[in-house]
């Protein structure tokens, strides 16, 4: 193995790649937007964090129906987070692995009629518009600019998996 490749953290390897496929094949040049994605695929390399929200007794919540009702049931913070797991939820299995979200919908309970694009879309816009507690959390704009441009998003997202060598979403 190369030993530069294996000295690479995961967050360096998808900024970097994260960058060059949105500014080069995208045209887009939005740091904090690709920032972001680019740190959202480093955190769903964790399983717990693709499905990291809960139900109040604890259950892990897996489909974007039960997570939109306890998103609504929370206040502010609690809410923003919620919205905003809603949205990279929906961005990443849409972006990154939309044969494999077509065969969940499928076998869904609650799921199956609902288009993750427009939910990941009102998930973030309204993650925006609360305002964060915490002075690092990321910024009302960046949430804005997701929603906005969910689906530049997506097609990045669909650019990487096949910079990445996997098979062309379609």
């Not at 998808?14 to 887009?28: D, I, P, S």
């Not at 939309?98 to 973030?124: H, M, T, V, W």
């Amino acid at each position: 193995m190369d030993p530069i490749r294996s000295q690479v953290s995961p967050d360096r390897f998808f900024a970097g790649l994260t960058e060059y496929v949105f500014e080069t094949r995208l045209g887009l040049a939005d740091p904090p937007l690709v920032d972001y994605v680019s740190g959202l695929l480093g955190r769903f390399i964790h399983f717990d964090s693709i499905y990291r929200l809960r139900d109040p007794v604890g259950r892990r919540l897996e489909e974007v129906t039960e997570m939109m009702l306890e998103a609504a049931a929370r206040v502010g913070e609690a809410r923003r987070e919620a919205h905003r797991h809603i949205g990279d939820f929906t961005l990443f299995w849409t972006g990154l692995y939309p044969d494999i979200l077509e065969a969940r919908q499928n076998r869904s309970r609650f799921d199956k009629f609902l288009d993750y694009r427009e939910q990941g879309k009102i998930a973030y816009s309204i993650a925006a518009e609360i305002e964060p507690l915490d002075e690092q959390a990321v910024a009302g704009p960046v949430l804005e600019r997701l929603s906005e441009e969910f689906e530049i998003c997506v097609e990045g997202l669909h650019e990487l998996r096949k910079e990445l060598g996997g098979a062309t979403p379609s």
